[in-house]
């Protein structure tokens, strides 16, 4: 039974306000914490971020009335309602749910709400004998042997996530070709490290900046600048072949009166049709290996989507399109918009729901690809969402910065823990798509 719930005010990686919290159970004196992450893409339906909007505090980005829903509604209603965290995970997201009332959170705040849920979760695997992943895999209802994830590593940043002249939010490197987590985060760090000499040699030292996800930020504005960057490093670090591409392009940022806005931060506008967006698409994916798109179109520009999925060769992910919300992958089914869920647990905003939208994607035959935020914590919790779900997948920016390597770090000493108990596992490599069915 849970004895006590505290929040706190403390900062993300971008330096703004966040909410942690700290449950205790009576049964044994530890106490369980988590930290909620923050986007700065944001998708519009997403659950809702509960800001106080004080200017004279953080610059309106203080969350005191957020700590204070978790302290003096949800705390005393969790205790009373003498729920137990190693059986009733789902009742209590229900019960969180309806003492918010409202569809997106709005009223206690999605960043009052998650935390909650996840330190219930932590404190539930405690309380069960059993590691995070293992009881996100039994609520989850997926089966073993557990898949380890493919890193994708966000290793140049652009979009709203740096100030740089790139549209293109993220320009991921996947190690597909790795036989491990752990050689795949080698292979993930030594293409970054030669990035860096590539980037110095071409633009010099000054242009070694990192952007909000640990990725670089040179002086570039083209997808295939990006591209080529990456081609050279891989080539560099003589992975060829063995580290694939993504991209990110957040596109929902750049779209405006019906057109794509590609010159968004430079000096000129360069507004493209969804036409011409999509036969820039193509031409990428015919000259470089990339393996996902994310958000190639905009959240409300659904007939492109649709368009776009008829012939589109790679895994399309829905991130804003979606927000890990289960109304609109049914829709997308519907649709035929995209074929894999992003899973971004602060979308939606309790771990249950969030397992549901992932289920619910799996049943479509769909992938699931868990996510990060741009504004993060060193809380992990996602790496054990990744194992537990099996969903093959997973980003949390560059192999550089404290909250983005906290997410790879404890994925490789899950790779350990499982090795040492002589649990079979596999590492999904080139299936990641799939993982769900292997
Ligand atoms: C995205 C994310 C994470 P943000 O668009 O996928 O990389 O960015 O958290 O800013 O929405
Ligand atoms: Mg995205």
Same mark, same amino acid.
């Given at each position: 039974?849970?004895?006590?719930?505290?929040?706190?005010?403390?900062?993300?990686?971008?330096?703004?306000?966040?909410?942690?919290?700290?449950?205790r159970?009576?049964w044994?004196?530890?106490?369980?914490?988590?930290?909620v992450?923050?986007?700065?893409?944001?998708?519009?339906?997403?659950?809702?971020?509960?800001?106080?909007?004080?200017?004279?505090?953080?610059?309106?980005?203080?969350?005191?009335?957020?700590?204070?829903?978790? +302290?003096?509604?949800?705390?005393?209603?969790?205790?009373?309602?003498g #729920?137990?965290?190693?059986?009733?995970q789902?009742?209590?997201?229900?019960? #969180?749910?309806?003492?918010?009332?409202?569809?997106?959170?709005?009223?206690?705040?999605?960043?009052a709400?998650?935390g909650?849920?996840?330190?219930?979760?932590?404190?539930?695997?405690?309380?069960?004998?059993l590691q #995070?992943?293992?009881?996100?895999?039994? +609520?989850?209802?997926?089966?073993?042997?557990?898949?380890?994830?493919?890193p994708?590593?966000?290793?140049?940043?652009?979009?709203?996530?740096?100030?740089?002249?790139?549209?293109?939010?993220?320009?991921?490197i996947?190690?597909?070709?790795?036989?491990?987590?752990?050689?795949?985060?080698?292979?993930?760090?030594?293409?970054?490290q030669?990035?860096?000499?590539?980037?110095t040699?071409?633009?010099?030292?000054?242009?070694?900046?990192?952007?909000d +996800?640990?990725?670089?930020?040179?002086?570039?504005?083209?997808?295939?600048?990006?591209?080529?960057?990456?081609?050279?490093?891989?080539?560099?670090?003589?992975?060829?072949?063995?580290?694939?591409?993504?991209?990110?392009?957040?596109?929902?940022?750049?779209?405006?009166?019906?057109?794509?806005?590609?010159?968004?931060?430079?000096?000129?506008?360069?507004?493209?049709?969804?036409k011409?967006?999509?036969?820039?698409?193509?031409?990428?994916?015919?000259?470089?290996p990339?393996?996902?798109?994310?958000?190639?179109?905009?959240?409300?520009?659904?007939?492109?989507?649709?368009?776009?999925?008829?012939?589109?060769?790679?895994?399309?992910?829905?991130?804003?399109?979606?927000?890990?919300?289960?109304?609109?992958?049914?829709?997308?089914? +519907?649709?035929?918009?995209?074929d894999?869920?992003?899973?971004?647990?602060?979308?939606?905003?309790?771990?249950?729901?969030?397992?549901?939208?992932?289920?619910?994607?799996?049943?479509?035959?769909?992938?699931?690809?868990?996510?990060?935020?741009?504004?993060?914590?060193?809380?992990?919790?996602?790496?054990?969402?990744?194992?537990? #779900?099996r969903?093959?997948?997973?980003?949390?920016?560059?192999?550089?910065?404290?909250?983005?390597?906290?997410?790879?770090?404890?994925?490789?000493?899950?790779?350990?823990?499982?090795?040492?108990?002589?649990?079979?596992?596999?590492?999904?490599?080139?299936?990641?798509?799939?993982?769900y069915?292997?």
């Amino acid at each position: 039974m849970i004895k006590s719930i505290k929040a706190a005010q403390r900062l993300d990686s971008r330096g703004n306000p966040t909410v942690q919290h700290r449950k205790r159970l009576t049964w044994r004196s530890g106490s369980f914490r988590a930290i909620v992450p923050s986007g700065a893409s944001t998708g519009a339906n997403e659950a809702v971020e509960l800001r106080d909007g004080d200017p004279s505090k953080y610059g309106g980005k203080s969350v005191e009335k957020a700590v204070s829903n978790v +302290e003096n509604i949800i705390a005393p209603a969790l205790i009373k309602s003498g #729920l137990r965290v190693a059986t009733d995970q789902k009742k209590i997201d229900e019960l #969180l749910n309806s003492l918010d009332g409202t569809k997106n959170k709005a009223k206690l705040g999605a960043n009052a709400i998650l935390g909650v849920s996840m330190a219930c979760a932590r404190a539930g695997a405690a309380a069960s004998g059993l590691q #995070l992943y293992e009881y996100l895999r039994r +609520e989850s209802g997926a089966k073993t042997p557990y898949v380890l994830p493919v890193p994708f590593f966000n290793v140049l940043n652009g979009g709203v996530h740096s100030g740089n002249k790139m549209a293109f939010q993220e320009t991921m490197i996947a190690p597909v070709g790795a036989t491990s987590i752990t050689e795949a985060v080698q292979m993930g760090s030594e293409v970054y490290q030669h990035l860096k000499k590539v980037i110095t040699k071409k633009f010099g030292a000054s242009a070694i900046g990192i952007g909000d +996800e640990g990725g670089f930020a040179p002086p570039i504005s083209q997808p295939h600048e990006a591209l080529d960057l990456l081609v050279q490093a891989v080539s560099d670090a003589g992975y060829e072949g063995k580290v694939k591409f993504a991209i990110d392009p957040a596109s929902s940022e750049f779209f405006k009166d019906g057109a794509y806005d590609i010159g968004f931060k430079d000096e000129k506008s360069n507004p493209q049709s969804p036409k011409q967006l999509k036969d820039l698409y193509h031409s990428l994916l015919k000259k470089y290996p990339i393996v996902l798109l994310e958000d190639p179109f905009a959240e409300d520009d659904w007939s492109s989507w649709t368009e776009f999925r008829k012939d589109c060769p790679v895994e399309l992910v829905g991130d804003d399109l979606l927000v890990t919300n289960k109304t609109y992958v049914q829709e997308a089914h +519907e649709k035929k918009a995209c074929d894999s869920m992003l899973l971004k647990i602060n979308q939606i905003g309790t771990i249950s729901e969030a397992i549901e939208s992932a289920n619910l994607a799996y049943s479509y035959g769909w992938s699931v690809f868990v996510s990060h935020r741009s504004g993060e914590t060193t809380d992990d919790f996602i790496a054990d969402v990744v194992v537990g #779900l099996r969903t093959g997948h997973i980003k949390s920016g560059a192999p550089c910065r404290g909250e983005r390597v906290a997410k790879y770090n404890r994925l490789m000493e899950i790779e350990e823990t499982l090795l040492a108990k002589g649990e079979k596992f596999v590492y999904a490599g080139e299936n990641f798509r799939s993982a769900y069915q292997l």
